[in-house]
């Protein structure tokens, strides 16, 4: 190897820690509320999993042991890590019964991630196999406290049974994606949030449910956006409602508020023209304690941005997302006219353009794997502000133009929509990252240089 290489890897590495975690996915008893328990999936009998955490440039080894009765496989949503770890089933055997996997990769950014089965999703995400992947920063917002707030909902029967119904509930499902009346955050009904007067926290949510679009209010108190899918933004801005389609997150800020004061956390109704109306719901409560001092402190810059494209960059690959009547299953969810679309190959380091369209006459909320880009422009429109996104709502008859570089991860990927019914029906599509020369040498490489660097620090 190159001296300059080595003498970098090692200075980077200096400060890396390992943070060892176990997983083990199985079904039991979980308590929702106080007289409503379900047979949940989840990780370490808990919905949602644990929270693992970590600080940016570490490396995480999760053992994941498989309980279930059926093969599951995790992937690390947001995570810009190796090909081979991404949790999906174009890299890896899922992991059978009784089984484990060991993931094991480093977390570049500092920001609110998520893990979740990547297998047979709308059954095994919406019974709570799900958890919170929190990466910190040195340079992170100095707050009076940090919670992670998971929102879900789930469709349960009298009973509290998953079941799926008759045959026209199904289609339904298939069409809305599974939305259900049961509303969770962090696996809990009617959660009750405690804070204490005259400090300021920072809420990490992220929506995990299957197809629900969760707005965000708080009975109209304002709150400052400071992060979204990939981390920090540049400044705070604030807001008294914000959209978070499946898979999405968001960081905000919240208080200071004084004694006694009391308001739910609530979803304002969005149309996302499904059969289902949408309306508002609450989903938790916060009341505030006595004072507590406060150590908040927010720069005015918290990051720079720079922007990958301008607004008018011309598009270098479109891709469709639509919806057709289909003989075999009514409806089709659909990438480019297929399902499980195979898209060509993207270069690395060549600046992606994309223009996502949407044809159908629903919203989907598009996932890229394993990168950020930013939104240029939404229907001809640029967003409020530059971020770095995975995640990102198409709405109805709409154009989404993103960018995006391919960094130096070769090897299989995928974009999809996160409403988990229309994932699983196939609205997806594959391609590969390849070296500037030839896929398969370059992806040997990749490989080299992650066991390498693993050999000399583990
Ligand atoms: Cu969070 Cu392939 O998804
Ligand atoms: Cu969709």
Redesign the pocket.
């Known amino acids: 190897m190159h001296p300059t290489i080595k003498m970098t890897i090692t200075k980077l590495t200096t400060n890396m820690k390992t943070k060892n975690y176990e997983l083990v996915a199985s079904e039991f008893s979980w308590s929702i509320s106080a007289n409503k328990t379900i047979k949940a999936w989840g990780f370490n009998e808990m919905v949602p999993g644990p929270t693992l955490e970590a600080e940016k440039g570490d490396r995480i080894v999760v053992k994941v042991t498989n309980n279930l009765q059926e093969p599951t496989v995790i992937?690390w949503?947001g995570i810009q890590l190796a090909a081979g770890m991404d949790g999906?089933d174009s890299v890896q055997t899922p992991i059978a019964p009784g089984e484990s996997f060991e993931y094991n990769f480093i977390v570049p950014d500092a920001g609110t991630f998520w893990y979740?089965s990547?297998q047979n999703e709308a059954v095994q995400m919406e019974r709570g196999m799900y958890g919170a992947l929190v990466v910190k920063d040195k340079d992170d917002v100095l707050t009076d406290g940090e919670r992670v707030l998971m929102i879900d909902d789930m469709k349960l029967t009298s009973k509290n049974e998953f079941k799926q119904g008759n045959f026209i509930s199904k289609w339904v499902e298939r069409h809305d994606g599974r939305e259900g009346s049961t509303l969770l955050i962090n696996g809990l009904e009617n959660n009750e949030i405690r804070m204490r007067a005259g400090q300021t926290e920072r809420w990490r949510i992220i929506n995990s449910s299957s197809a629900r679009y969760f707005r965000l209010f708080l009975d109209g108190t304002p709150f400052k956006i400071i992060s979204t899918d990939g981390g920090l933004i540049e400044r705070p801005v604030e807001a008294t409602d914000i959209l978070l389609v499946p898979?999405e997150r968001v960081d905000i800020l919240v208080g200071p508020f004084a004694e006694g004061e009391t308001f739910s956390i609530d979803s304002l109704p969005y149309n996302r023209m499904t059969f289902l109306k949408s309306r508002r719901n609450t989903f938790a409560s916060v009341s505030v304690d006595k004072a507590a001092p406060s150590a908040f402190q927010i720069p005015k810059t918290m990051r720079a941005i720079a922007p990958l494209a301008s607004q008018d960059a011309t598009p270098n690959r479109n891709i469709n997302f639509s919806v057709g009547a289909s003989l075999k299953n009514g409806i089709d969810f659909l990438v480019n006219g297929e399902t499980h679309a195979s898209d060509k190959p993207v270069r690395i380091g060549e600046l992606q353009i994309w223009e996502v369209s949407n044809t159908s006459l629903m919203d989907h909320p598009f996932?890229l794997?394993g990168f950020f880009f930013q939104v240029l422009e939404v229907n001809g429109k640029a967003p409020e502000f530059i971020s770095w996104k995975d995640t990102v709502n198409l709405p109805p008859r709409s154009k989404v133009k993103i960018a995006w570089i391919p960094g130096n991860r070769p090897g299989s990927w995928?974009y999809?929509c996160?409403i988990l019914e229309h994932?699983e029906a196939g609205m997806m599509g594959h391609f590969d990252v390849v070296g500037q020369d030839s896929s398969t040498a370059n992806s040997h490489n990749g490989h080299h240089h992650q066991h390498h660097h693993l050999g000399a620090h583990g």
């Open positions: 992937h949503h999906t979740h990547h898979g996932h794997h995928m999809h996160h994932h």
